[in-house]
């Protein structure tokens, strides 16, 4: 991995290059190539003192190579002077060895989401969710996308591991109110993030889409539901209502792009318990990352420094 | 019509009663009715001393009436004293005698409509715009709904007329910007507000209806738009995008509930003309109010005092 | 009780007046006394035509009287024609009939925080909380104080309810964080609001008191936790800070007469328990109060219609 | 002109020094001189690695300069090594050659403005603007002036161009409203930012002025505005009123210095003419900077990434 | 005075007519009149059951009469009894007895602004001050006009109070920094508001101008200002800018239309002297009108309510 | 001092190091150490290209040395070759020789204070100031700790500076309102930042404490506060409530932090006081550093351009 490379080390391994350029030379002809590779464990700058024209088709038409060469720090960072690169079939490779992946591994977060489905009662949101996860394409792109493109679960299986983290936390908190329908607490927690499927590429790092960036992933999240409930024969149409304002409603505000603010109980605790799972994910990375520290850098994103004791 | 009554003239009409409630005298024993009627003219307020206790059952099963009464005048309101009040069958009623509806007559509208859609080059959003608007139920919906609950065009054909205005707005600005999709701008414009018509119910006055509250105009309209779009067979998908994302971003910023900000030059210009013709409306509408005064009242809406002259 | 009392019918009982004045007539010479009378099951608007000079001097001095009187009706609303006031001794009166007071019973509440107390293992957190809950002027002023004057949980008891809800949940939602102090969870949340106990008078309705409007209870609360805590020999600096954080930081933004965002896991977590149980509530009471509607009224405090169904 | 040049090529001509100073050298006694060199095609770095001191006195002086040097390319950016510099007489310079100036020919530019000038037919605003367009400082001045700092129409002739757009749009959209006077759009339309004169001064790239920071465009142009119609005898003093309201509300929100908003259909029209003028233009120019992208990179001024397909 | 007459009492004297109309008998056939009166001491509702028609020609032509009649009592609010009026030519009456007042007598003011200008070493703003105070216009409009509407010194003289106040509280301040131009600060400071004369009419009470809602006193305050420095030959350019800087910024914050923000210490001061005596002046008005209260009611304007003691 | 020193001379001196880090060279092994070092007059970069391990031992535990080496300059920016570094032990080092200090004396500094002090009539508040500022511990802390982090008196005794500052600031604006108490400005303005003095800390250059940062100046100025009055036997309760709520309240708004805005009038003196020291600092400040200049550069904590003449 290349962020298990050390000062003066060699590397040896399989990147994804996210992006590149041709840099002339300031006291000579010619340039040298610049490279931002990637895998699991990060990213690393590289550079290619020579180099074969025929690399620069290569670089073009694909983002996939194996590389070698040596890494070396200048100024506490270190980068990496590759001496030769080779194309690799994009079959032959694991996404999840180029893209940072969800700590809790795939049998944990399957188990933990076929918990939450046992608990749902209700035969029509079971048949829903049911369908929707165990369709090839849609419950393998579940398992796989993102949470974000940065901040938090910003990793490959993010939104799975985000969807039943908000969906425990939610159902929790439903327990403590009679009123509240538990099993839409659950469907609602498990689908909240669904247009996220479509909202980022991960091919190429993580990445929006043009369909993400011009509809955003509540609205396209809203989209795919519809689809997926209108399949379901009998699916009550107030029943439908009310689980697509969770949708509608989960970011909680009009400034953070809801287009509707919760009006019910089961929208209002899921709003929360993203809002939580968000903020105190953002925590525990900034614990884990500064182990010995009573406070954290400023994290933009939470606008403060965090507190670690 | 029951605007046109003055104090101490009967009327007799058909008039849509909105709420109506039994008060208990305060000096004897038993109770008037209270009643809010309707007609296309306005509202106004009734009272019924004497009724038979029938009365109350159809109160409770049907609104539309035919009432006989006397209007008199109290602090410069007046209200009406009713003498008879008797049922009608709902299909003997057309509903714009009791809702206020556009000032523009329906030919007209369709004039104006069928002009603009004669603009439209592109063959898919032809294909697109006719199939909505020849629908029955949809193109009905479309040239009867109101445009608002209140403050702007809220009335029936309100939708129509402001989607017209809006169109013919967008139009005459894209025609100044070389690189604008005159297309785009007046398919968009046309449709930017089509989730309304599931928005509001208007049997009982203007009233929002539930499946409005909980999800509103923009994400109906995507869902019916997005619907429509995919029975017409090759439509382009980056069209698609394009379109959708004109409805998503119509109300310009994050606090007005749109998901999305404008990103495209024809969304940008589709935006500023929804906001101008519902703005310049309430100026006319403000101008017609108070034809001799230099200044209007306060408009909350607008959040001041209009010049008029 | 006042509301149990229906048109035509005589009450008799203990009430607290809140307001009272002399309305002169219109018509003739001489006044009436219009009184505004509450007690545990809410509030009524009283008349009173003849009465001797002496109850005014009665009024000046003393709130609480045993009233005699019928209710009538006038345009929905009951008021009572008083016909016998006297005057009754504060001893005499439990507070508890006069204001309203928690639906939950004490011996429920009393439960409830017992099996909260006993999840906390840190010594000095449980000294901390015993000390103060067992401090007869403390405790009792705890367990008496209401959580607000209108809005959520504003009656006798509503701080103690209001504790108890906001530690139950915010346990349940910290039980999901590894890294996460129950024990200063259980203890902040129990203790966020103490300073409500100073911030609100409730022998006369529940007001504000000068000293409240003045600090506020956040300060208040600052205050006499910091001497609480000044008792407890040996309690860490450490942990003095972060349970005084809590206080600080609960409301959770500047703009919510916050001087401190939450900075900690658990001030974080107590602070959007806080939210959600007030928020909560006031669902619970629209579902309540509105049992047959599928929308509540407009809540200003919510700034929006809830949805019931 | 600069940005023509290409790495290794020779430079000849005359230049703007914005900015220049005196860099000691790292490893050496002595310095060298940095200058930032500007005309119409752009900005460039040079450097002089030897100058006579008299040089420097020149600098002090003056800022239009005859240089000879070549360009070097560095990391992807090109600088200009210079050789040899030359005083120029200003009065034999073409500011237009040194600075940027907008795409359309003046030819045109007077074309379209004399085309509005010929709609309007109020006699008392005719006469306002001849006066004022025909006077040779302010009629030169507004046809030299930019519209901006950065952002849109940041070149020579950028307000007349500017004016002229705007004026065309909000005489379009006037169209469409009875009421509308259309003569005091076209006026107040080509008169809003008139106070621009002012603002910036040009004659060392473009510059807020002491007094455009002090004062800014719209109290200067409501001060140049109402001096011209001190001018004109019988200028109706409702007129007046109208047309400096323009000015005064045209930035349309307080947050946006605008002392005054909108308050008449007319002002109301010019304002979103000039906020739609202003976004669409930022539009143009990212599809002319990056004719192959499918998205601009993000614009702060427009807050958001813009889509230019 | 009007506030002097108490129920049952008769009141005869000059009143202005704010506002008058016809209101119809309910039960009987014809119409009474209804009419604001005012005075210096405040405003009262009055009534006039029988009149001659000819008092409503009267009415619609002037303002200005001598009432007879009697005042009564209803709810705790008295109004009048109107049995005759008769009209009163304008030239006979003064101005004062008919509007509130400021409660500071015209010669101290004219005292405290003499010693003012006094310390006033500038012979250019010297020149300036007394040429606009001296003079026969400006000079009476500037000591009699309002500072407000509603909220601060809203009555004759408040200008003149206001602008005195906060030179005095400006000068106070300045005098503690050294590098602040105290000239500038009491010219400035005294000025400020000088707009304010045609923003407001005062002839039938206190009221906004055409002009005023248009453009704004800050704009109008420029306006005069700048014509009359124009009669100063030789004042300096650079003063000119820094005192016109002081009243397009004096509000502070572009939220409360200030085309400018403070830019000089000057400026910064005189903003804060503003606001100050705004405020305090608030506080002064509450303790008068509640000598007994510990806390003010809500007051809208500070937003809170006000502590007294 | 080590701004005294220019390029090529030699430094010697005591120093504080502030951060340091060792840094691998990048075209050879081993590593050179960079410090930041900082006495009253400034901060430095340093440099030390051979040095023995043991000097990374000394670094870890201590902060202040005596340092021997030579500036020189690059890009216009000094930098120290630091050739020997010697500790010291910090008893024989004055504080005030390390960081920089306010340029008032401290003579006059307690002249000014002593003068505020005998302007205090009431004995309780006189007993409470003299115990504070008479205690060892607090007093001197009170004349030592800075006032802020950055911004504004960000030095030794800046606390004590701005303080007095204030106060003379307030007392002048209170001496113009009669029914204002001067003895509770004085002493509210005196006290009003006294939390500040364990906001920072200010062995180590001046940063945030923990405890600063969890609770911040206003709650631990409270805290501080309320201890003191405490001990004033026979301290009035109205009295204590006045002086809190100044504290409280003094930073004006919700959104800077404030758990109150002002309620009293002395309250809202000390916060414009406050404000109005805070940002005419910076004026000072910024004509103090570019004395020949116009404009100041642009100024982020006051969002603006500063005018300088």
């Known amino acids: 991995m290349l962020k298990e490379c050390k000062n003066g080390e060699r590397f040896e391994g399989i990147v994804l290059v996210n992006e590149w350029k041709e840099v002339p030379f300031r006291q000579k002809p010619g340039a040298f190539l610049s490279l931002t590779c990637q895998d699991r464990s990060g990213v690393m700058q590289a550079k290619m003192w020579e180099y074969q024209p025929q690399i620069l088709t290569w670089l073009r038409d694909q983002d996939i190579f194996f590389i070698q060469g ?21 079959e032959d490779v694991d996404l999840t060895m180029l893209l940072p992946c969800s700590p809790i591994p795939e049998v944990e977060l399957e188990t933990r989401l076929r918990a939450l489905l046992n608990k749902i009662h209700s035969p029509e949101l079971q048949k829903l969710l049911r369908q929707f996860l165990d ?31 908000v969906a425990e936390l939610a159902n929790g908190i439903a327990g403590h109110f009679l009123s509240m329908d538990q099993d839409l607490v659950l469907a609602g927690a ?15 790092g993580i990445k929006f889409t043009t369909e993400g960036r011009l509809l955003g992933h509540i609205v396209m999240g809203l989209e795919l539901l519809s689809g997926e409930i209108a399949k379901v024969s009998g699916f009550p149409q107030e029943l439908r209502y009310k689980l697509l304002h969770i949708l509608s409603s989960h970011h909680g505000k009009y400034e953070w792009q809801s287009p509707k603010r919760p009006k019910s109980m089961e929208a209002l605790v899921i709003h929360y318990a993203d809002v939580m799972d968000a903020e105190l994910y953002q925590f525990e990375q ?24």
Chains 1, 2, 3, 4, 5, 6 share one sequence.
Not at 138 to 150: C, N
């Open 70 to 90: 040596v890494a070396s720090e200048y100024r506490g960072v270190l980068d990496l002077t590759v001496e030769e690169i080779r194309m690799i079939p994009k």
């Open 190 to 204: 498990l689908l909240h993030d669904v247009g996220k499927i479509g909202e980022y590429s991960y091919d190429r």
């Open 286 to 309: 900034a614990k884990a990352n500064y182990p010995e520290d009573e406070w954290s850098p400023y994290i933009p994103s939470m606008e403060r420094y965090l507190y670690l004791k």
């Open 135 to 165: 369709n090839p394409e849609w419950g393998t792109a579940y398992r796989q996308a993102p949470a974000a493109v940065k901040i938090h679960q910003a990793y490959l299986r993010g939104l799975w591991e985000h969807s039943v983290r």
